[in-house]
Each structure stands twice: as structure tokens, then as C-alpha cells.
């Protein structure tokens, strides 16, 4: 039997209801797309049921039930592994792929040789555009995404050029990197760059996976025709504390790769001073008795990160 146009990869982690959804849009975009396809779901040691109901409802899906969890590199890793198609489309649980998208990916990449990876429009549920591309972090970058400088300037200048706040989201683009949620890949493209550095479990992997693919001479690309709704983080949320160490521990790794060990260690100190404020604000507003559960708890998740970053 010859290969398919397409694989999609789905990593997934307690998040069954999510998975179904999603799983129901991949076949109705398939049944009516111009190219064959399969589907592998990887499960992350899911407690939720989700591998049982994808083996029950889903007989044409491949399932492999991992009895750990792999993270979004080491799970998408295994999942290319037992692929056969051309492209890869790695794709979050938390999604719903809208109709066309899938054919008017591929078409793309058949279209346009010199593209390793391309990523649709992201849009919220409301039907918003989500951010979903992106140049490539600087040092600037570094210290202002995702931090205590972010919520105080959310619309800093730093933030408007890693978002391309400068060029318009409705039109076909090369970008430094999309975002993982969605990315399809060229199989040559993964063959010759590698697979995903599982040394960054979650985040900042597909930003290094991109920028490898660049220093190779391949192109990254954004498609606005071909949109995919993200929910957004519905696996990552459930564990805050974990997801923001996680977070933190691949932007060092990355600024630690392409910055150099003097950026690093610079960018964890400023971490470890913006978690110690956050901690004290917590605890002062633990002291006056402002919602004391969720200071309680707010308070062990940024000691946590203090002990463990």
C-alpha cells in the first residue's frame, strides 16, 4: 500500500473531550479533501479515559498509549516515528480544524518547494485571530514574553516585533516560526533538520525546530486560508506551577543555545527576582486575608519555581 499525502500527529493529555472534538474534524476535513491521510494519536499517560474512547470511537485511528508522559517533543518524536506520509501535520488536541484546511495546506507545500514547515491562522473560539507567528526571539524578547515586564508594558515594543504587530494577519507570509499548536512540515524537510530536541519537553521547541530548519537554507510559512480553532493550553493549565517551570527551563535552554551562557545566566537571575516579587505579593496579600485559599496556593506554586528553576 503506497504512503499517504498526510500524517497528523496528536499529542494528547487529559483532555478526552477535547480529543473527540478534534478527531471528529480531522475525518470530516479528510472524507472530502483531494489527498489521502492517517491519524496517530499519542497518549501521555492520559487518566481521563482519553486513550479508551479514541480505541472505542476511532477503530481507524492509530493509538499509541504511552505509559509516561512524553511532553509535546518527546511525543511528537514517537508519533512521526510510526508515520508514512510526505507531510506531517503536528497538531494539538485542543483543536478544531476548519473545512479546506487540510487541502489547502498541502497544496501549499506542493506549491512552494522551498517551505519546511507552514502554519494556518490560529483563531480563538470567538472566532478572533490568535497570535500564531512569530520572528525569532531576541535578548530583549527573552526577558519581556511571559513575564513580570509583560504585565506591566503588554504592548512594549518587544511584543509588537516578535508578534509581527507590523505586518497584516491576513495574507500568505514567510515568518521565522509558527507556533506548534499547528505546523505542518515537509517530510524531506524533518528528514535533514532532525526531530524535535526533546531537551525542551514543552515550549520554545518548535521556536528552535524552525530556526534549525532556517540555518539549513529551508523557509517557514504562514497560510491564512487555512484556519484551525485553538482552545488553547487546556492540557498545559490544569498544572499551573508546572507549566511555567516548564516555560521558563526551555527559554533558558534556548537563550543558553543561540545567546550564549552570559545571556543565560542573566535572564535566570531576572527570573528568579520576578518569581521572589510575585511570592511576596502573594504573601502580603495573604496577610490581610484578601482570598486566602488562592494566595495559600499561589504562594506554593512560586515557591516551587524559586526551589526548582
Same mark, same amino acid.
Request: aromatic share 12%; charged share 20%; hydrophobic share 40%.
Given at each position: 500500500?503506497?504512503?499517504?499525502? +498526510?500524517?497528523?500527529?496528536i499529542?494528547?493529555?487529559?483532555? $478526552?473531550?477535547?480529543?473527540?472534538q478534534?478527531?471528529q474534524?480531522l475525518?470530516?476535513?479528510?472524507q472530502?479533501?483531494?489527498?489521502?491521510?492517517?491519524?496517530?494519536v499519542?497518549d501521555?499517560a492520559?487518566?481521563?479515559?482519553?486513550?479508551?474512547?479514541?480505541?472505542?470511537?476511532f477503530?481507524q485511528?492509530t +493509538?499509541i498509549?504511552s505509559? /509516561?508522559?512524553?511532553? =509535546?517533543?518527546?511525543?511528537?518524536?514517537?508519533?512521526?516515528?510510526?508515520?508514512?506520509?510526505r507531510?506531517?501535520f503536528?497538531?494539538?488536541p485542543?483543536?478544531?480544524?476548519k473545512?479546506?484546511? +487540510?487541502?489547502?495546506?498541502?497544496?501549499?507545500?506542493d506549491? %512552494?518547494?522551498?517551505?519546511?514547515?507552514l502554519g494556518?491562522?490560529?483563531?480563538?473560539?470567538?472566532?478572533?485571530i490568535?497570535?500564531?507567528? *512569530?520572528r525569532?526571539?531576541?535578548?530583549g524578547?527573552?526577558?519581556w514574553?511571559?513575564?513580570l515586564?509583560e504585565?506591566?508594558f503588554?504592548?512594549n515594543r518587544f /511584543?509588537r =516585533?516578535?508578534h509581527?504587530?507590523?505586518?497584516?494577519?491576513?495574507r500568505p507570509q514567510?515568518?521565522?516560526?509558527?507556533?506548534?499548536?499547528?505546523?505542518?512540515?515537509?517530510?524531506t524537510?524533518?528528514?535533514q533538520?532532525g526531530?524535535?530536541?526533546?531537551? =525542551?519537553?514543552?515550549?520554545f521547541?518548535?521556536t528552535?525546530?524552525?530556526?534549525r530548519?532556517?540555518l539549513?537554507?529551508?523557509?517557514?510559512?504562514?497560510?491564512p486560508?487555512?484556519?484551525v480553532? %485553538?482552545y488553547?493550553?487546556k492540557?498545559?493549565?490544569?498544572?499551573?506551577a508546572?507549566?511555567?517551570?516548564?516555560?521558563?527551563r526551555s $527559554?533558558? *535552554?534556548?537563550? *543558553?543555545k =543561540?545567546?550564549?551562557?552570559?545571556w543565560?545566566a542573566?535572564?535566570h537571575?531576572f527570573?528568579?527576582?520576578?518569581?521572589?516579587?510575585?511570592?511576596?505579593?502573594?504573601t502580603? $496579600?495573604?496577610?490581610?486575608? %484578601?482570598?486566602?485559599?488562592?494566595?495559600?496556593q499561589?504562594?506554593?506554586?512560586?515557591? *516551587?519555581?524559586?526551589?526548582e528553576?
Amino acid at each position: 500500500m503506497s504512503p499517504p499525502d +498526510l500524517s497528523i500527529v496528536i499529542v494528547s493529555w487529559n483532555v $478526552k473531550d477535547l480529543l473527540r472534538q478534534c478527531l471528529q474534524s480531522l475525518l470530516a476535513d479528510l472524507q472530502t479533501a483531494p489527498l489521502t491521510g492517517e491519524i496517530i494519536v499519542v497518549d501521555s499517560a492520559s487518566t481521563d479515559g482519553s486513550p479508551q474512547m479514541t480505541a472505542r470511537e476511532f477503530p481507524q485511528v492509530t +493509538l499509541i498509549a504511552s505509559d /509516561r508522559n512524553l511532553g =509535546y517533543a518527546g511525543g511528537n518524536n514517537r508519533g512521526v516515528q510510526a508515520a508514512r506520509g510526505r507531510y506531517l501535520f503536528l497538531l494539538n488536541p485542543d483543536t478544531v480544524v476548519k473545512p479546506g484546511a +487540510l487541502a489547502a495546506m498541502t497544496a501549499y507545500l506542493d506549491a %512552494h518547494p522551498q517551505v519546511a514547515a507552514l502554519g494556518p491562522q490560529l483563531l480563538w473560539p470567538s472566532g478572533q485571530i490568535q497570535s500564531s507567528r *512569530r520572528r525569532f526571539p531576541t535578548p530583549g524578547t527573552l526577558f519581556w514574553e511571559s513575564t513580570l515586564l509583560e504585565q506591566w508594558f503588554p504592548h512594549n515594543r518587544f /511584543r509588537r =516585533y516578535y508578534h509581527l504587530a507590523d505586518c497584516p494577519p491576513d495574507r500568505p507570509q514567510q515568518v521565522d516560526w509558527v507556533v506548534g499548536a499547528a505546523i505542518m512540515i515537509r517530510r524531506t524537510a524533518w528528514e535533514q533538520v532532525g526531530p524535535i530536541d526533546e531537551e =525542551y519537553f514543552m515550549y520554545f521547541e518548535e521556536t528552535d525546530w524552525c530556526r534549525r530548519a532556517a540555518l539549513a537554507g529551508w523557509e517557514v510559512h504562514y497560510l491564512p486560508a487555512a484556519q484551525v480553532v %485553538h482552545y488553547e493550553g487546556k492540557s498545559s493549565e490544569q498544572v499551573f506551577a508546572a507549566r511555567t517551570l516548564r516555560f521558563q527551563r526551555s $527559554k533558558l *535552554r534556548y537563550t *543558553r543555545k =543561540y545567546f550564549g551562557p552570559v545571556w543565560a545566566a542573566g535572564l535566570h537571575g531576572f527570573l528568579r527576582l520576578t518569581f521572589a516579587l510575585q511570592w511576596a505579593e502573594e504573601t502580603a $496579600k495573604w496577610l490581610i486575608g %484578601h482570598r486566602r485559599p488562592l494566595r495559600r496556593q499561589r504562594m506554593a506554586a512560586y515557591g *516551587r519555581l524559586l526551589r526548582e528553576l
